[in-house]
């Protein structure tokens, strides 16, 4: 828990669930199976909580770093054999739109990909409702910056009175991505309509190699933009110009969610993916958290 500290500007707001379950189905971006999953309101101090509901114990894996086991292509949380997959997406929505206690009962290993953005899980939020709560949560402003960087990769939080994120993408060798950038505070209403319907994207060498290992079973250009050369693919055309550097803000947005705690800072990423995102996410954990002692 978060206490008053010198160290740290720290304020507060209530906590916030979702006032109805809603539910959403559909297939599994690897596995191609047919999933649901369902959004519950939670009491205060819950947390965002996956619930497999498919297994006969119906174990909770809370949505937090420490149960972070895999981020080779996606966001995967577990407890020993049991594990879910891609819950990036699911976490994005929830962040932006502050959701603090939530229960997510899912009878898969991993949620339904939609069309491949967050933006059905927007919906699920708003069918729902929101509802503030009578405990409060804190909300941590730095102080001063916290990096990490490995190679090419670097990810920065400088001092904000808001939840800012800037990215840059890179990717010289595509004549089409090349090098995207996109900044935007997070706010419900700038998330819902400038970063929830990006979709992911992949390169079309790195689908022939997915398909090769027996994933992506449920992926079509019906959830995925493809690029190929100085073409893309994708149902309807792309939903902006450069809606894969928007997808990248999406990713990191879910994954910072880990740390568990609201936040004001910007956070800078260049050519992060989740395992970069989930490393940062790690150190400023360490650091707020060693302030705060």
């Known amino acids: 828990m978060l206490k008053a500290n010198p160290n740290l500007e720290i304020s507060s707001r209530c906590q916030r669930t979702i006032a109805v379950p809603a539910e959403f ?51 995967t949380i577990g407890v020993g054999s049991i594990k879910i997959h891609t819950i990036e997406h699911i ?31 927007i919906k699920l939020i708003e069918e729902a409702g929101i509802v503030d709560q009578k405990n409060t ?52 209403e700038i998330y819902k309509q400038q970063i929830a319907p990006c979709r992911t994207f992949s390169q079309y060498e790195e689908i022939t190699m997915l398909m090769d290992r027996g994933l992506i079973k449920g992926g079509s250009l019906s959830n995925a933009v493809v690029i190929k050369d100085d073409i893309v693919l994708s149902c309807g055309g792309l939903h902006f110009p450069d809606e894969m550097v928007r997808h990248k803000v999406l990713d990191l947005i879910g ?35 060693m302030e705060n002692r």
Do not use: M
């Open 137 to 188: 949560t804190p909300i941590v402003k730095i102080q001063q910056p916290v990096y990490w960087s490995e190679g090419d990769i670097h990810i920065v939080a400088l001092p904000e009175d808001c939840f800012r994120v800037s990215y840059t993408l890179h990717y010289p060798q595509s004549k089409i991505l090349k090098a995207q950038y996109f900044s935007c505070e997070v706010t419900p």
């Open 25 to 75: 189905s559909g297939i599994g971006l690897h596995t191609g199976e047919e999933v649901t999953i369902r959004f519950c309101p939670a009491s205060e101090g819950t947390g965002i909580v996956f619930q497999r509901v498919d297994l006969p114990s119906k174990p909770i894996i809370p949505a937090a770093l420490e149960y972070v086991c895999d981020t080779s292509r996606s966001t």
């Open 255 to 289: 994954d910072l969610s880990l740390v568990g705690f609201n936040f004001f800072a910007h956070i800078i990423a260049i050519r992060s993916g989740h395992a970069a995102n989930c490393a940062f996410a790690k150190t400023f954990y360490d650091h707020i958290t």
């Open 91 to 121: 976490l994005s929505a929830l962040r932006a739109y502050n959701i603090d206690n939530i229960n997510i009962e899912i009878n898969s290993i991993e949620p339904p990909v939609g069309d491949g953005s967050s933006a059905p899980f």
